[in-house]
Nanobody, 115 residues
Framework: QVQLVESGGGLVQPGGSLRLSCAVS????????MGWYRQAPGKQRELVAG???????RYADSAKGRFTISRDNVKNTLYLQMNSLKPEDTAVYYC?????????WGKGTLVTVSS
């Protein structure tokens, strides 16, 4: 079992920045992939950024150059640094982990980009 708890969402103006955090606990040794997904109202959940065990990363085209995924293995925390935020980044952001053939999700944190 893996538990994921997101934090760091909120209201930010266009052009601003936020850093999301995901606290990871449980069977951490079994995790082979982690990522951030988001779901905007009326849209499907989509991958924003992912990181593998070799620290290889991948980003959605919409996130490239603005968002950075990283992790702190000592603190067991996954981060998503989001810069130059746009109104279309407004969504609930979910932390995701793949471990032992099972997919785990956090409950999400709301990011609203608005003036």
């Amino acid at each position: 079992q893996v538990q994921l708890v997101e934090s760091g969402g909120g209201l930010v103006q266009p052009g601003g920045s936020l850093r999301l955090s995901c606290a990871v606990s449980g069977s951490i040794f079994s995790i082979y992939f982690m990522g951030w997904y988001r779901q905007a109202p009326g849209k499907q959940r989509e991958l924003v950024a992912g990181i593998g065990n070799s620290d290889s990363t991948r980003y959605a085209d919409s996130a490239k150059g603005r968002f950075t995924i990283s992790r702190d293995n000592v603190k067991n925390t996954l981060y998503l640094q989001m810069n130059s935020l746009k109104p279309e980044d407004t969504a609930v952001y979910y932390c995701h982990a793949g471990a032992g053939g099972i997919y785990y999700w956090g409950k999400g944190t709301l990011v609203t980009v608005s003036s």
